[in-house]
């Protein structure tokens, strides 16, 4: 009926309110219908409207089994402040109304929770098919629309997934504010304030998430935020970090085996000559730090 400019406002919930309360568990973003049958006028409407407009209340439909039509002060008062008002037919009940509502969160709930589930399988899948931490983190920050900074146990940058809105040597920078303000912010879960301007959105604070198991600490993950997130969000964030973890054992397990892998063929080399041609002509057997370094020691006898 009125109000139109405001009709996107964002809907969380939508209630019954029939007495002219100010209740204190009114909340914010909510959709609430009446028939104003214990108002006595126009301006105690009106009176009640500004209320729930100081509430962030976005929307108000009135029942038609008393008011027939809205007051045009009514109407006036809806446009001036871009609260939309919309009138339920006097056969339409409540209940039909709370049904499609609820209908429809559900339908809405269940396409979240999908995407939520193939998100989180796609994540998991990535650690078998060593697409490393990068791609993770990638998807995570795509679906936060956050930056996100994966740091090593060493807390170097592993990973980084910022959109344009940060830039490397500003990660180093943060790490180093970091550093210097609380030594061992990696430890534990924590929030440090943190404000970078942008045009694109304002961030405020630092969430550091570390990445560790009983054992060992692999890293930790940093995510740039300004509000506080949603239970979808909050449950990707949490399932990144289990996939995080997932990966950096695999790497770290790999890296012990590689690492043995090399002593024993090393000490192969110095303690059996008889067997110093045949590890030296199977490189196959090598790890990328081993080759390295076999090739700069024989780039070291050529220069001799």
């Known amino acids: 009926m009125s109000g139109e400019n405001g009709i996107n406002n964002k ?11 100010k209740s204190n568990r009114i909340k914010k973003h909510g959709v609430l219908m009446t028939t104003f049958a214990s108002f006595a006028d126009s301006q105690k409407i009106i009176e009640h409207l500004q209320w729930l407009l100081s509430k962030e209340i976005h929307a108000v439909g009135i029942h038609s089994v008393f008011i027939k039509k809205i007051p045009d002060e009514v109407i006036s008062f809806s446009n001036a402040n871009n609260l939309p008002i919309f009138l339920i037919p006097e056969e339409v009940s409540y ?17 979240k929770r999908l995407e939520l589930e193939q998100i989180n399988i796609k994540m998991l899948r990535s650690v078998a098919l060593d697409k490393g931490s990068q791609y993770i983190v990638s998807i995570m920050g795509k679906y936060l629309n956050l930056p996100l900074i994966h740091l090593d146990k060493y807390l170097n940058i592993k990973s980084l997934w910022s959109e344009g809105l940060i830039k490397r040597n500003e990660v ?26 942008s045009e694109k959105r304002n961030i405020s604070s630092l969430r550091v998430i570390p990445i560790m198991d009983n054992m060992n600490f692999y890293g930790c993950l940093i995510l740039f935020f300004r509000k506080d997130f949603s239970v979808l969000e909050d449950s990707v964030i949490n399932h990144g970090k289990t996939v995080l973890l997932l990966d950096s054992i695999k790497s770290n397990t790999m890296e012990k085996y590689f690492i043995n892998n090399d002593m024993k063929i090393i000490e192969t080399i110095l303690h059996t000559p008889s067997k110093r041609a045949e590890n030296f002509n199977n490189p196959s057997l090598y790890s990328k730090n081993l ?14």
């Open 95 to 111: 209940q039909q109304i709370m049904q499609v509502y609820f209908e429809l969160l559900v339908e809405d709930t269940n396409k």
């Open 172 to 197: 180093q920078h943060i790490l180093e504010q970091l550093t210097s303000k609380q030594a061992d912010f990696y430890r534990e879960e924590g929030t440090f304030p943190y404000n970078i301007p």
């Open 291 to 304: 080759k390295q370094m076999c090739f700069a020691i024989e780039k070291y006898i050529i220069m001799q």
């Open 11 to 21: 809907m969380e919930y939508i209630n019954i309110q029939e007495f002219a309360l």
